[in-house]
């Protein structure tokens, strides 16, 4: 082949790369997906799992990418990123969402479930739809609800049985208002917090304990600093699964029902998980040296009036309230 030969295939071949890349990319798409877990956890192999169920269905088209660990920021800060349509998926608790929608105060309310099948039952039916519903007045678009198990108190000072003992101490809670009610309103001073913050604030004193469910506790190494589990099961807020509504709008009819479907699908997957891992945390908890205690219940129940006369205020989520009291 000539010098000038070769030089006309090399461009021609580029140019025919080119076309190439440009139709690949415009057919497909990798979703970015936030959550703070590390890799491993049941939020992120369910989210991993939907993207499977996704890029089987499309053919290879679309696909999830998911950004364990935080990486794409802090729950809190996410939210916004998602409302603007930055990251295009996020696995994020129920709790951050409560000051900027309020029906999800609701099921993230003390005590609202009488048990883990009460709360599936009451998601997964018409009450989960409406809620989902709620994310779509701001900017995002709500896919599914997965299981959070049920939070508990744990701290560095002493067993927790009554909320007497918890007088004065410093509880990390999330960024919600209504969780910062819910530990005031058992006489314990609540400090707002990142999740990635808390480690090293329990280490140097800076608080005294935090509230989280079996596999967070473990997964982050705080009974390590906070040794005394107290099985309060004080919320069983849910997580919620959201998509950018900007990305979830450039997407035809028939692949915004394949990303909701694989959404929907996933919430089995992840109850599988989460129901195994919740056993494996607790022993390897107990293992690692955490001192678990019962506690006297109904005291923590009795104390929670303040909490749902501040939190459950119109119409509307006295409705929710009723309406999940009424799941049998
Ligand atoms: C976990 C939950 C996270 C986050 C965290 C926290 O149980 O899965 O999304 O809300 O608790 O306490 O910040």
């Not at 080119?18 to 970015?32: C, E, H, I, Y």
Request: no cysteine; net charge positive; aromatic share 8%.
């Amino acid at each position: 082949m000539t010098a000038r030969r070769s030089f006309l295939a090399y461009t021609a071949a580029l140019a025919f790369s080119a076309v190439a890349v440009t139709s690949a990319l415009a057919q497909n798409v990798t979703l970015r997906s936030a959550d703070i877990h590390p890799d491993g956890y049941p939020t992120i192999e369910a989210v991993k799992y939907m993207g499977k169920l996704l890029e089987e269905r499309s053919n290879g088209r679309i696909k999830i990418n998911v950004f364990h660990s935080g990486q794409l920021g802090q729950e809190k800060d996410t939210i916004e990123q998602t409302r603007f349509g930055v990251i295009d998926i996020n696995r994020i608790n129920m709790a951050p969402f409560n000051n900027l929608i309020p029906a999800t105060n609701v099921p993230s309310l003390p005590f609202i479930f009488r048990s883990v099948d009460h709360m599936r039952k009451s998601m997964d039916g018409p009450i989960g739809d409406n809620l989902l519903k709620e994310f779509e007045k701001h900017d995002l678009v709500g896919l599914a609800l997965y299981d959070s198990g049920s939070r508990s108190f744990y701290n560095s000072k002493r067993p927790i049985k009554t909320p007497a003992d918890m007088k004065g101490m410093k509880i990390r809670v999330q960024q919600s208002d209504m969780f910062v009610a819910l530990v005031s309103a058992l006489g314990a001073n609540a400090t707002p917090m990142p999740f990635g913050e808390v480690y090293s604030a329990l280490q140097t004193g800076v608080i005294d304990g935090a509230e989280n469910n079996w596999p967070s506790y473990e997964s982050t190494r705080h009974f390590e600093v906070s040794k005394f589990y107290s099985v309060t099961e004080h919320s069983l807020s849910p997580e919620a699964l959201v998509m950018a509504k900007r990305s979830f709008d450039k997407f035809n009819a028939a692949d915004q029902a394949l990303i909701k479907a694989a959404a929907k699908e996933s919430v089995l997957k992840m109850r599988q998980l989460w129901d195994a891992r919740e056993k494996e945390s607790e022993a390897k908890v107990k293992a690692g040296g955490a001192q678990i205690n019962q506690v006297e219940k109904q005291a923590f129940i009795d104390a929670m009036k303040p909490v749902y006369d501040k939190f459950v205020t119109d119409a509307k989520l006295k409705e929710m309230v009723a309406a999940i009291q009424a799941v049998n």
